[in-house]
């Protein structure tokens, strides 16, 4: 699948609530292939329909969408949640790299959980919950996996505003 077919398909299945914010072109290799970089956006409430839209068309090749990590920023009012997919992966110069931005507020860090679509999502979506405070539906309670059992709980290391970590590390000394 081309970059631009992925494109097409995304905003047929989403319409409006896609926003392609950029299509980057990349050059990688001593032989300089080429290939796009796909930045989008889309709310919450329609996260879920475009990775089924992703994993809908991956199948039909016998694969799943590969989600390499969630990334996340603390903007301030809101969090920035960039989910890294990538189409076609590991077929050598056929993938379509496709980063998929969420943008929700602090005072509701909701996003619906990816695990049941891609079994893969559940560590990057544990990660995001303990180190930024991202409330992730439908994640079963584990418990912390990155932070030691005895860390306190409200106390978010990535977020800026977040103060608790700086005692924690007063205690330390």
């Not at 990057?124 to 405070?133: N, Q, V, W």
């Not at 992730?136 to 059992?149: A, H, I, K, S």
């Amino acid at each position: 699948m081309e970059s631009r077919e992925l494109i097409r398909l995304l905003e047929e299945r989403l319409g409006p609530a896609f926003e392609v914010t950029r299509v980057q072109s990349v050059s990688a290799g001593s032989k300089g292939y080429t290939y796009e970089v796909i930045w989008a956006r889309v709310g919450r409430e329609s996260l879920r329909e475009a990775v089924t839209a992703l994993k809908e068309c991956e199948e039909r090749e016998g694969r799943l969408p590969h989600l390499a990590v969630i990334s996340a920023a603390d903007l301030g009012e809101s969090i920035e949640l960039v989910y890294h997919f990538e189409l076609g992966w590991g077929r050598p110069r056929a993938a379509v790299p496709l980063n998929l931005s969420v943008t929700v507020p602090k005072e509701d860090p909701r996003v619906p959980s990816l695990s049941d679509l891609l079994p893969g999502a559940f560590i990057t979506e544990r990660e995001k919950e303990e180190m930024i405070g991202v409330v992730v539906d439908g994640l079963p309670e584990t418990g912390n996996l990155f932070l030691p059992e005895d860390f306190p709980a409200g106390v978010y290391p990535w977020r800026k505003d977040e103060h608790g970590v700086q005692s924690l590390l007063r205690e330390l000394e």
